[in-house]
C-alpha cells in the first residue's frame, strides 16, 4: 500500500431503512459489516481502520478476531459526518484516507486500491463507473482539517463541492461503486460473486 495513506471504513450507521442491523445481514457466510472490511483489508492491510458506534461489541470482537482495527465514534449517532471526523482523527497523521462505506459489499478490492494509488498533493480522488460518481472518495492530507471538523449526516459532500478543482476522476469497471445496501431485497444473492 502507498505509504501513509489509510483506509477509513464507516460502519457506524443506524439502518434505519433496513428495518434491523444491516451490517449483520449474511453475504457469502458472514455478516456484511465485516465481509466489506476483509475485502478491504486484501488491499489496505494494517492500514484500515473501521469505525463503529459507542455500544458495538459485538461486531468490535469479530473484526479483532480477523486483526481489523476499530475505533468506537461516541457521537456516532450525530451522523456520518461525526463518525468520518472520528476516523480521520484517530489517523490523523496519514498522508491522505481513502474513505468509504460498510454498507457497500459488492465494491472490488481493486477500486479501493486504484483509489488509493491516484491519491495524490490537493486531490480528491473520485472512481466513477461509466461516469457516475461512487465510492469509495480519496483525500489528500491537505483536507484532513476540513475532514476532521465534518458534523451532520452530509459526510464529506460539501468538501467535494467546495473544491471542484481538487477533484480527480478515475474511471473503474466497477457497478459495486454505485450500490450501496438499504433494505433487504438489495443483499447479494447468496450464490452471486462480491
Do not use: N
Amino acid at each position: 500500500m502507498h505509504s501513509g495513506i489509510q483506509g477509513i471504513l464507516l460502519a457506524a450507521g443506524r439502518s434505519q431503512r433496513f428495518g434491523g442491523d444491516k451490517r449483520f445481514a449474511p453475504i457469502a457466510g458472514r455478516p456484511m459489516a465485516l465481509h466489506t472490511a476483509l475485502r478491504w483489508k486484501e488491499v489496505m492491510g494494517q492500514a484500515l481502520l473501521v469505525v463503529l458506534r459507542a455500544d458495538d461489541v459485538e461486531l468490535a470482537a469479530l473484526l479483532a478476531a480477523q486483526d481489523i482495527a476499530y475505533t468506537h465514534c461516541p457521537d456516532a449517532s450525530q451522523g456520518m459526518g461525526h463518525s468520518l471526523a472520528h476516523g480521520v482523527r484517530c489517523r490523523a497523521r496519514a498522508s491522505g484516507w481513502v474513505v468509504g462505506l460498510a454498507d457497500m459489499p459488492q465494491l472490488r478490492p481493486s477500486t479501493v486500491l486504484c483509489v488509493a494509488r491516484a491519491l495524490g498533493p490537493g486531490r480528491i480522488v473520485v472512481p466513477t463507473c461509466d461516469g457516475v460518481r461512487g465510492h469509495p472518495v480519496g483525500f489528500d492530507a491537505v483536507f484532513g482539517p476540513a475532514l476532521m471538523a465534518l458534523k451532520g449526516d452530509q459526510g464529506a459532500r460539501a468538501l467535494l463541492l467546495a473544491h471542484p478543482q481538487a477533484l480527480h476522476p478515475i474511471e473503474q469497471p466497477d457497478p459495486g461503486m454505485l450500490i450501496d445496501v438499504d433494505r433487504p431485497d438489495q443483499i447479494p444473492d447468496a450464490g452471486a460473486r462480491c
